[in-house]
């Protein structure tokens, strides 16, 4: 079936130019996460949802981030003013909730934004 | 919060030699570990993956072990092929789905023909 897909999956922007990127999850997946990758590094945590809740977003790495979800489904993580350090990949993850248990993370193809 | 540590950085085997990948994690609470590959401008794979109530797992030429008490996990490929290169992640979850993972920061593998 179809995987998570991302859109656009390259983005450059100007700094100070605001940005959206999109998650489409896998259907039926409750949980979707968004990552973000620095060149060589592992990816760090940024927000986490279930349905259209946002349960976790301790990894926003400023008040510029802002991720939303407003019907379970697809997923928009917005990037306002965007500064040179913003430049990396962002991942989307989704995942099914299964009686409670860590399920594995199904990640998307990325987005990847350089800031000019 | 959870921290995880990968070693080594990169790792050059000869094709058919085994790898080891060695990880280690902070947070006693965690319980699931999953064992991610990514190809360059891919994303990442999951390989294997193992909870915490395991001792070790084993797919094919790939194999993950696991001691909770010294909170020290690794992965084994033998019989290496040139299409295992590529950055190896290791990380560390808690048991709900809710949970985020923590990234290592990967080791880049090559393997030599």
């Known amino acids: 079936g179809a995987g998570v897909s991302q859109s656009p999956r390259y983005k450059v922007a100007k700094r100070g130019q605001d940005v959206a990127l999109r998650c489409d999850p896998i259907s039926g997946h409750v949980s979707l996460f968004w990552y973000q990758q620095a060149l060589g590094q592992g990816p760090e945590f940024l927000t986490y949802f279930q349905n259209e809740a946002q349960l976790d977003k301790s990894g926003l790495p400023s008040d510029r981030f802002f991720a939303e979800r407003p019907e379970g489904s697809v997923s928009t993580l917005k990037i306002q003013r965007t500064q040179q350090e913003d430049s990396a990949v962002y991942l989307c993850?989704?995942?099914?909730?299964?009686?409670?248990?860590?399920?594995?993370?199904?990640f998307g193809p990325g987005t990847r934004l350089l800031v000019l | 919060g959870e921290n995880v540590e990968q070693h080594p950085s990169t790792l050059s085997v000869q094709e058919g030699d085994s790898a080891v990948i060695k990880c280690t994690y902070s947070?006693?609470?965690?319980?699931?570990f999953p064992w991610y590959k990514q190809e360059l401008g891919k994303r990442p794979q999951l390989i294997i993956d193992?909870?915490?109530?395991?001792g070790e797992k084993k797919d094919q030429r790939i194999a993950v072990t696991l001691n909770k008490t010294a909170k020290h996990f690794s992965l084994h490929i033998t019989e290496t092929q040139p299409e295992d290169s590529a950055v190896y992640f290791c990380?560390?979850?808690?048991?709900?789905?809710?949970?985020?993972?923590?990234f290592g920061s990967g080791t880049r593998l090559s393997i030599r023909p």
């Open positions: 993850a989704s995942s099914f909730i299964q009686g409670g248990d860590q399920e594995t993370q199904y």
């Open positions: 947070d006693s609470a965690s319980n699931y």
């Open positions: 193992i909870r915490s109530n395991v």
């Open positions: 990380a560390a979850s808690g048991y709900s789905s809710a949970s985020k993972i923590i």
